[in-house]
């Protein structure tokens, strides 16, 4: 492909991407295909001769856009948002077309110094301590990684280290592995299932402490956990909290479980990958007290904060417990500015990165704080609005607090008819949501996922919510009438057949399980 033909086929996709952008609402958010779909549509073998771009274009929409669940569609509100917008998109397009792997600065210097100078832009927006920053007088400073969960991983290796180090040092006796056999990481049992992962993935026990009403894990909670596992000869280590749960955006109690932290020697990590986005809105900071306890923080900025995937944010307030448990160094890895500017091959798993830094740059230069504040606000103004839709219907319960773009309602009742409504609307791929667990009630999480939602969403969701639970009630009416029909006629034959002949008058009613279960049969 020569660079006239590149234009074309770039010019082609582009429009093509911002017609499915600007024409999303006329899919289904759901595919309706089966597994192995893709095997019946494309060849067995890789083709010998190559093909033209404008037959690869066509077979985007032909073979996989049918198998595409469209994270971006307005009526997708499922999980959490997965950030998108055209400044992110044609970041990734400079970014891939540099192609540079920026492990360290004397791999590409503009890589490393971009990403230094988009990381303090983004802390200071959210109003992170000053310690967090690279522009800070101390050791801090903040890294882009691939996830949350990538950060909560590093960050555990980091607290292993470090705490390996300090008991070497006080107990010169034991060993590594001595020491290492006593370390445990906590977390409430509302944390991502990424937080569980790290720990088995980093060789460490991971507590999994009950959260209160609120799905909040409590200081007193925590420190209990801590002071059994003392008395039985193990080590606290790492803490794990969450602002934003998954399941309620729930935000565990910082300013309890930080002052216990500190104070003995247990490293903090701050998992706010949903709700950090809101921090840069000074009006929901109050929400997420207590960050100046923490020894990192990480969000995502391809969650809420209209950045494609991946580019997940992470502040150390000191990095070199993060480079003393990944420094690998080999001669030709050494440069001579190595004293000067952070090499981030130090500062994750993978030696090389991506130049993630650009698309972050493009966004937040060309939305400004202020349009990414109105983006996160209208986010907001969205869900209260179908908050407000849920409870003028009595046939639902909100049954969390509504702060940021989350709402947990259900079917008042039996868990059953929440999982029908879900299994129905699911079905039908109008509209995708999830379910949760709420005190061991079947909840919906509804989100608002998309930059281009709309009020007019909403209430094409709530329509189709409330069409289906109406569905629902009239099945479970119809249910009952052919019960109470069939009772009649038992009733009938009990009162005029002789006993001998009642089982088989009552086997030729055919009568199901659930009529044979109810209480008018009883």
């Not at 077309?97 to 988009?118: K, N």
């Not at 420094?327 to 090499?343: F, I, Q, S, T, W």
């Not at 998309?450 to 009416?477: G, L, M, R, Y």
Request: aromatic share 10%; charged share 25%; hydrophobic share 40%.
């Amino acid at each position: 492909m020569d660079a006239k033909e590149f234009c074309e086929f770039g010019k082609a996709t582009l429009e093509y991407m911002a017609d499915y952008t600007e024409n999303l609402r006329d899919r289904n958010v759901l595919p309706s295909v089966k597994p192995g779909y893709l095997n019946e549509l494309l060849p067995r073998e890789a083709p010998i001769k190559g093909e033209s771009w404008k037959e690869v274009l066509k077979d985007v929409e032909r073979v996989i856009m049918p198998g595409v669940s469209h994270w971006n569609s307005p009526h997708f509100h499922a999980y959490f948002p997965t950030g998108n917008s055209y400044p992110a998109i044609i970041g990734e397009i400079v970014s891939a077309g540099i192609g540079c792997i920026g492990f360290s600065w004397m791999s590409s210097p503009a890589c490393t110094e971009l990403e230094v100078i988009t990381m303090n832009w983004l802390g200071k927006m959210l109003n992170l301590p000053e310690e967090f920053l690279n522009c800070s007088e101390g050791p801090g400073g903040g890294v882009i990684q691939g996830s949350a969960s990538e950060a909560t991983l590093i960050c555990l290796l980091a607290a292993k280290e470090r705490t390996t180090r300090r008991l070497k040092e006080e107990h010169p006796d034991w060993n590594d592995a001595t020491i290492k056999s006593k370390l445990v990481a906590y977390a409430s049992d509302q944390s991502n299932s990424s937080v569980e992962k790290a720990g088995l993935l980093g060789s460490m026990t991971m507590r999994l402490l009950p959260a209160d009403e609120k799905c909040r894990l409590r200081g007193s909670t925590l420190l209990e956990a801590m002071r059994k596992d003392e008395e039985a000869g193990l080590v606290p280590c790492y803490v794990v909290a969450t602002l934003g749960t998954t399941g309620t955006c729930a935000y565990d109690c910082l300013d309890e479980l930080g002052p216990i932290c500190n104070e003995n020697n247990v490293w903090l990590h701050v998992d706010a990958a949903y709700a950090g986005a809101a921090l840069a809105c000074p009006e929901f900071r109050h929400l997420m007290p207590g960050i100046k306890f923490a020894d990192s923080f990480s969000f995502n900025p391809h969650k809420w904060m209209l950045v494609n995937f991946d580019c997940s944010a992470l502040w150390v307030k000191n990095s070199r417990y993060l480079i003393d448990a990944a420094n690998v160094d080999r001669v030709y890895l050494a440069h001579g500015h190595e004293d000067k500017a952070p090499d981030y091959r130090h500062w994750q798993i993978p030696l090389g990165r991506r130049f993630r830094s650009l698309k972050l740059w493009f966004v937040m230069r060309i939305y400004g704080v202020e349009g990414i504040q109105k983006y996160i606000r209208g986010s907001v103004k969205l869900a209260r609005y179908f908050e407000n839709l849920v409870r003028y219907d009595n046939r639902f319960e909100i049954v969390a607090d509504v702060t940021l773009g989350l709402v947990c309602f259900r079917i008042k009742g039996d868990n059953s008819l929440t999982n029908e409504l879900l299994e129905r609307l699911t079905a039908r791929r109008q509209i995708y949501v999830i379910p949760a667990t709420y005190m061991g009630k079947t909840i919906v999480r509804f989100v608002v996922c998309s930059q281009n939602c709309e009020e007019k969403d909403v209430e094409f969701a709530w329509n189709e919510i409330t069409t289906q639970t109406t569905e629902i009630f009239k099945s479970q009416i119809e249910a009952s009438a052919v019960l109470e029909d069939r009772s009649i006629e038992i009733r009938t034959i009990i009162t005029e057949k002789p006993l001998e002949n009642l089982t088989d008058k009552l086997l030729d009613l055919e009568i199901t399980s659930s009529v044979k279960n109810s209480p008018t049969i009883s």
